[in-house]
Nanobody, 122 residues
Framework: QVQLVESGGGLVQAGGSLRLSCAASGSIWSINVMGWYRQAPGKQRELVAGITNGGTTNYADSVKGRFTISRDNAKNTVHLQMNSLKPEDTAVYYC????????????????WGQGTQVTVSS
């Protein structure tokens, strides 16, 4: 069974930084795309950043230049370095994996983590 476990959320003042991490487990052979989504209260879940196993990245316009996504294919981990945080970045952040090839299931995803809270105070 494939599972995603996030870590690194918390409370930070505006202008500060946080680093989120996500580890995928479950007899995984490869993962095509890993990414981060977020959902603020009363809003829909939105894509923050994504990265392919080849290293191609994409970002929401609202975080370009402030957030950096990276991954380690060998460890099946993905990270989100968040700098210059703003109060509007406050949300629950979810790790996502799609195109997952596992030796224990034929389901390719998407898979979701349980979410980690990021709160930015003004």
């Amino acid at each position: 069974q494939v599972q995603l476990v996030e870590s690194g959320g918390g409370l930070v003042q505006a202008g500060g930084s946080l680093r989120l991490s996500c580890a995928a487990s479950g007899s995984i052979w490869s993962i095509n795309v890993m990414g981060w989504y977020r959902q603020a209260p009363g809003k829909q879940r939105e894509l923050v950043a994504g990265i392919t196993n080849g290293g191609t990245t994409n970002y929401a316009d609202s975080v370009k230049g402030r957030f950096t996504i990276s991954r380690d294919n060998a460890k099946n981990t993905v990270h989100l370095q968040m700098n210059s945080l703003k109060p509007e970045d406050t949300a629950v952040y979810y790790c996502n994996a799609a195109g997952v090839v596992s030796t224990t299931t034929s389901y390719r995803g998407p898979y979701w983590g349980q979410g980690t809270q990021v709160t930015v105070s003004s």
